[in-house]
């Protein structure tokens, strides 16, 4: 009995036989399945880094303002001076922050390159952030709790705590300064 030379299952082995490696329509697909991965896991740390930011100028602005409360803890007044060079000679700076200058022209500086000052106003105190970032503004004003007023500048001092999200939003859109006031 002879074999058929056109049988499927020669036609089968020999088709097998002929392809050797992936097709372009493979290779095409596997580059979109794995930008995909990639655009997603981008996303995700963008989207991290950012929420540690918040997390971060929220602890370093907490950690200020019960430095500055405990320092000056039945003093009666804060003096109208600037603080940093006190908070910094207490070691009371977070380790977050960067000391840059000296005495009266002293700041904090941000991870973002944003300036912190801390100011005695007689009976008050402010700490005010510069170059702060809408995506971090809306969550450092949100969670804000423990102030007196939280102001962007240009924008209306806020009150009442906590600031809802809507509120934030707007008022982050007005400036890239927040003053916090205790």
Request: charged letters at 10%; glycine letters at 8%; proline letters at 4%.
């Amino acid at each position: 009995m002879s074999r058929n030379k056109f049988s499927p299952t020669t036609t089968m082995n020999a088709a097998m036989k002929k392809q050797r490696g992936v097709t372009l329509m493979e290779l095409i697909a596997g580059l979109a399945v794995m930008s995909v991965i990639v655009v997603g896991a981008v996303s995700l740390y963008s989207s991290a880094t950012s929420s540690e930011s918040s997390t971060s100028l929220q602890r370093d602005i907490g950690a200020l303002q019960a430095a500055t409360r405990q320092i000056f803890n039945g003093q009666g007044t804060y003096g109208n001076t600037r603080l940093n060079s006190i908070l910094n000679t207490a070691n009371k700076v977070p380790s977050t922050l960067a000391v840059s200058g000296t005495g009266a022209t002293m700041v904090f500086k941000t991870r973002a390159n944003g300036d912190v000052t801390v100011n005695g106003v007689n009976n008050t105190f402010t700490i005010a952030l510069t170059n702060v970032a809408p995506e971090l503004c809306v969550p450092l004003m949100t969670n804000a709790a423990g102030w007196t007023s939280v102001q962007v500048t240009g924008g209306i001092a806020q009150t009442a705590f906590p600031i809802p999200p809507a509120t934030a939003q707007t008022e982050c859109t007005k400036g890239t300064v927040i003053t916090f006031t205790n």
